[in-house]
């Protein structure tokens, strides 16, 4: 191949390269302790309530403070507004405060899990168990057989909350699943995955030894209730105002003899919260009045008061704006977001789910995702081309690594996220976020550098 042809190739294809290639090694060194605090983040923050109150603890030590309804805010100040404890938006007042609309990044941080149903502790055949209501899309085979922790909050009649979280520590107890032996999964094994474990099947061991050692019906559930009652004070009434989440009990851990990915629960979307949250803290003075939003609910559609289809994130800036003295809905058709959530990485042990043209790969950059959706775009929010040239001009001038994807190939599924709820204020959006492997698996895979590019373009878009 001649020069020239090189040169006219370079000059007219469109590739993402690998994105270590346009960083030198002190940012991948950056990018590398970055995702140390990131690490320490995944394993503190599981629920979406301890999401919160790591976002809370971190704005705190950077000078952020509760929002008070109707005060003034000059430029610099910096307050967040914690919505129920689920959900959360902090934000930095800017130099024109809201005049241009606000800059926005909204990212999800509640992850698939397994709830506890209302009543949910029984005992069958000598075991003490939980009954769960799965939380999301999961393939329910994958959380057999794998430790598990308790985590969430139980609130008595006196409206005290008791916090949960046990299974975490090395010298706590653990929870499980059974599955079946394959000696005797014959049956079981000519079943399709989706029905190999069903969702009554997805039940937890709690307990086996009887109350007082005698061997008398249900003194294997009340052993249990005993101890929760000594721990506690809760009695099994209690549990009808809880909200218990089994999660996996795993560590976040470097994965891979280059230590270049993050194996973890959760990164779906604590890897877009995270530096969405980290980029805000670093941002001192901006010129447009920029938020982060992290909110609940996502994986369930966003319902819910502390989910994005209800009306709190445009209350919130709505209220900014009238302290201002400007129109609430004239700021948010001004506003700009960065709907920050994941896309699902090319995986070479699946290609034929997806496009390899329009697909992202660990390790090519933060990725641009037009738009989600299902069959014909369905239940998308489909980015205006003039919006994606802005993106990419951003992170191009700021060499931040991107890439496009789409959520695989057409007619093999699909997914949405917060995009289309944002967009619903009229609010200009995008989805820009990590890539992931095994995404809602129990233990997701996401590359450091990816991480880092998200904490990159998260900040150069706040300073906008
Ligand atoms: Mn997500
Ligand atoms: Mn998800």
């Known amino acids: 191949m001649s020069d020239a042809t090189k040169e006219l190739k370079e000059k007219l294809f469109y590739k993402a390269p690998y994105a270590g290639e346009k960083m030198t090694s002190d940012e991948v060194d950056a990018a590398d302790s970055f995702c140390e605090g990131y690490m320490s983040f995944l394993d503190a923050a599981k629920t979406e309530r301890e999401a919160v109150e790591q976002a809370v603890a971190l704005a705190e030590m950077n000078g952020f403070a509760p929002y008070v309804p109707g005060r003034i805010y000059p430029a610099g100040s910096k307050i967040y507004y914690n919505n129920r404890g689920k959900a959360i938006i902090l934000a930095v007042i800017g130099e024109s405060g809201l005049t241009d609309g606000a800059r926005i990044i909204a990212a999800h941080i509640d992850s698939p899990r397994l709830d506890l149903r209302p009543n949910p502790l029984y005992e069958q055949d000598g075991e003490a168990l ?5 939380y999301g899309g999961i393939k329910k085979y994958q959380w057999t057989a794998i430790p598990l922790a308790l985590h969430g909050v139980i609130v008595k009649k006196d409206g005290s909350t008791v916090k949960v979280r046990i299974g975490e520590e090395d010298n706590e107890p653990k929870f499980v699943i059974s599955d079946l032996l394959p000696h005797l999964a014959a049956e079981q094994m000519r079943k399709t995955m989706a029905e190999g474990i069903a969702g009554e099947d997805l039940n937890v061991i709690v307990g086996s030894r009887p109350f007082d050692g005698s061997d008398e019906a249900q003194n294997v559930k009340l052993n249990v209730l005993n101890i929760l009652f000594e721990k506690y004070g809760v009695t099994e009434a209690d549990f009808l105002s809880a909200e218990l989440e089994i999660v996996p009990a795993f560590k976040a851990c470097d994965i891979g003899f280059d230590r270049s990915l993050i194996g973890s629960y959760g990164h779906d979307d604590r890897v877009c919260a995270y530096p969405a949250l980290m980029a805000l803290l670093d941002t001192e003075l901006p010129r447009h009045t920029t938020l982060c939003v992290l909110t609940d609910k996502e994986e369930i559609g966003s319902e819910g008061n502390t989910g994005l289809n209800s009306a709190y994130m445009a209350f919130f800036i709505k209220a900014l704006a009238a302290a201002e003295g400007l129109e609430g809905e004239a ?36 990725v641009i995702t037009k738009y989600t959706g299902a069959r014909g775009k369905g239940g998308s929010s489909d980015a205006p081309a003039e919006f994606m040239a802005e993106v990419r001009a951003m992170l191009d001038n700021a060499n931040v690594c991107w890439q496009i ?46 991480v880092y590019a998200a ?3 998260f900040f150069e878009f706040y300073q906008k």
């Open 455 to 457: 904490y990159r373009a």
């Open 331 to 366: 700021v948010l058709s001004a506003s700009k977001c960065l709907s920050a959530d994941v896309n699902a990485a090319f995986d070479p042990n699946f290609p034929s789910v997806f496009e390899k043209n329009n697909s992202s790969y660990l390790n090519k950059g933060v």
């Open 130 to 134: 939980f009954k769960t209501h799965y």
């Open 405 to 450: 994807g789409e959520l695989g190939k057409l007619d093999a599924g699909g997914g949405g996220t917060v995009a289309k709820y944002v967009a619903s204020h009229n609010i200009e959006v995008v989805d820009v976020g990590v890539p992931v492997l095994s995404m809602h698996a129990p233990f997701e895979v996401v590359a450091k550098l990816d």
